[in-house]
């Protein structure tokens, strides 16, 4: 097969359908409730309607939502009384992230009782998705641009990405290639809360925006006119707040599965406390990096971020969502 052929079939690959993927499961621990389905635009909106929207008119156009059992009612009902007759094209789908989602070989630690983190929760939709795909958080809001900078990376991707479907038959004599995926990126000081620190993933890129590393910073916050983290050791880290940080929002093919499975599995034998310790999807996305498994392109973005974190972040983000020009937000408004 010649090299135009198959550079032929893996951009028809990347243009069958684009899927979204929402990580809706997280208990909201310092929000406190429900954050996922807190209205906070002009008409009710909740966040993830924002988000379904910009992503429909990116091109996306298949839906999963990863979401707990205990939300499940709550959440599919909400969900399909605004979407459920909206489009013919739209399809989506529920899958839950349950704590014995595991490989075989590992048993359930018995004082466990939360998530095992963002990783964990994107490998619970992996049986559902079979095209190029973008993960997002349910409780942030993205804004428009991101969408359209992963459908263009995905209609135009690298020379060397390989599109597999997940069920491929050639997938596991395939590991051994690099993958190319991507990343949409925010301005630090775009990115913190009034109220309280935040967790970030500050990120490292090369000339050309290639992705080198990820630092989890777990405690960020404004200090005077600085922008600090503080270590484990709580030694302080000065932030110029220009830093490019993940917020949660990338571009998979379905081959990330198999990778993450087993960056999963590495996770539960390393770990010395599995009762609290959560697999994150930065971390093992830094780690594939770090060994050269796969590359990812980092999306830059001005977009304004907003999302909640704490309890008092609600106001804020209600503010700046009614804040918006109108034509944002009335955008949203014939969904439902």
């Not at 550079?7 to 684009?18: G, K, S």
């Not at 929000?31 to 635009?41: C, E, I, R, T």
């Not at 590393?213 to 405690?219: M, Q």
Request: proline share 5%; hydrophobic share 40%; net charge neutral.
């Amino acid at each position: 097969m010649s090299n135009q052929t198959k550079n032929d079939r893996r951009d028809t690959c990347h243009l069958n359908n684009l899927t979204l993927v929402i990580l809706a499961a997280g208990m909201g621990s310092r929000y406190g409730g429900l954050k996922q389905l807190d209205p906070v635009g002009p008409h009710g909106e909740v966040l993830l309607d924002y988000s379904i929207h910009d992503a429909l008119q990116a091109g996306f156009n298949d839906i999963v939502f990863v979401i707990r059992k205990e939300i499940e009612t709550i959440f599919k009902e909400y969900v399909t009384s605004r979407y459920a007759h909206y489009h013919q094209a739209l399809k989506m789908h529920f899958v839950f992230q349950e704590l014995h989602d595991l490989p075989t070989k590992n048993a359930l630690p018995t004082m466990r009782a939360k998530p095992w983190g963002t990783g964990h929760a994107l490998l619970a939709a992996r049986h559902l998705v079979t095209s190029a795909f973008a993960v997002i958080n349910a409780d942030d809001y993205y804004g428009p641009s991101g969408y359209k900078l992963l459908a263009n990376f995905f209609s135009h991707p690298p020379a060397s990405t390989p599109i597999l479907h997940h069920k491929s038959p050639s997938l596991a004599n395939d590991l051994d290639q690099q993958r190319a995926y991507a990343m949409v990126a925010y301005p630090l000081k775009k990115t913190l809360s009034e109220h309280g620190a935040v967790s970030r993933g500050v990120c490292q890129a090369a000339k050309n925006f290639d992705l080198l590393k990820i630092t989890e910073l777990t405690s960020i916050r404004r200090s005077a006119s600085l922008m600090v983290a503080e270590n484990n050791d709580h030694s302080i880290i000065p932030l110029t707040g220009e830093e490019w940080v993940s917020l949660n929002f990338w571009g998979f093919t379905p081959d990330i599965f198999a990778l993450l499975e087993k960056e999963f599995a590495d996770f539960l034998t390393s770990q010395e406390n599995l009762t609290t310790a959560e697999f994150y999807l930065p971390a093992a996305v830094n780690n594939l990096i770090q060994t050269k498994k796969i590359t990812v392109k980092l999306l830059p973005t001005q977009d304004p971020w907003l999302g909640l974190t704490h309890p008092e972040d609600i106001t804020h983000v209600k503010h700046a969502l009614s804040s918006l020009p109108v034509s944002s937000n009335n955008r949203i408004k014939y969904l439902y």
